[in-house]
């Protein structure tokens, strides 16, 4: 059972534009969610979080949003930049928050 | 650099052969991980020590895998009798506590096994 999901592989998106990746989750004893960022032959790199007593969280260029009734959450990068082209993985910690879940990944491709 | 190294970086192994992976964390960081990542999946837990106590174990595949940290350092994940299913990347993280909150994991760039 995929506890976290996100069920587009990929995406292209141009320079300059905003991407939204998505990110489904079936386990409504999450409270805590995580985006990391990898790139080919690297290890996963935190990105954003967002703890689920908030509906939104901003770093720069980067935006979580979290619909706790509808569980989906989505990271907006703007502007998205040829350097952001990496796998994103959301991801939700239980078991104490030492056990990481991790969902398949989007491949985001920003064309310059 | 004083991040998570990991050696081999790739390990080619015959099925039936017995691997051992490496994974050093980065100094003073409490709390270990393994993963498991298959090609085109997301990492899947596998174990997690604090110091040296293995407090979680939930995501071994079978008892053919087998994970030690006996000095609450450096730490090896242990596959016996490999198969081809077993061919992934495996991935070690550590943070630099446990505890009743999020703690940030920093990964290593994983071991690539492929078992023929």
């Known amino acids: 059972d995929q506890q976290v999901k996100q069920n587009s592989p990929s995406l292209s998106v141009q320079e300059g534009r905003i991407s939204i990746l998505n990110c489904d989750y079936t386990n409504s004893m999450f409270d805590y969610f995580l985006w990391y960022k990898k790139y080919p032959a690297e290890g996963p790199t935190f990105l954003i979080s967002?703890?689920?007593?908030?509906d939104k969280n901003e770093d720069g260029r980067f935006t979580v949003f979290l619909n706790k009734s509808a569980k989906h959450l989505s990271l907006h990068i703007v502007p998205s930049q040829p350097g952001d082209s990496a796998v994103y993985f959301c991801?939700?910690?239980?078991?104490?928050?030492?056990?990481?879940?991790f969902g398949t990944g989007t491949k985001l491709q920003v064309i310059p | 650099g004083a991040g998570v190294s990991q050696s081999p970086r790739y390990k080619v192994a015959k099925r039936g052969q017995d691997v051992a992976l490496r994974c050093d964390p980065i100094s003073g960081h409490v709390s270990l991980f393994w993963y498991q990542q298959a090609l085109g999946q997301g990492p899947e837990f596998l174990t997690y020590?604090?110091?040296?106590?293995?407090?979680?174990k939930s995501g071994l595949p079978s008892d053919r895998f087998f994970a030690e940290r006996p000095e609450g350092s450096v730490s090896t994940l242990k596959i016996q009798r490999t198969q081809q299913e077993d061919s992934a990347v495996y991935l070690c993280?550590?943070?630099?506590?446990?505890?009743?909150?999020?703690?940030?994991?920093?990964f290593g760039p994983g071991t690539r096994l492929t078992v023929l």
């Open positions: 967002i703890s689920s007593i908030k």
């Open positions: 020590f604090q110091n040296e106590a293995q407090l979680d």
């Open positions: 993280a550590s943070s630099l506590a446990g505890g009743s909150s999020y703690n940030e994991q920093f």
């Open positions: 991801a939700a910690p239980s078991g104490g928050y030492q056990k990481v879940t």
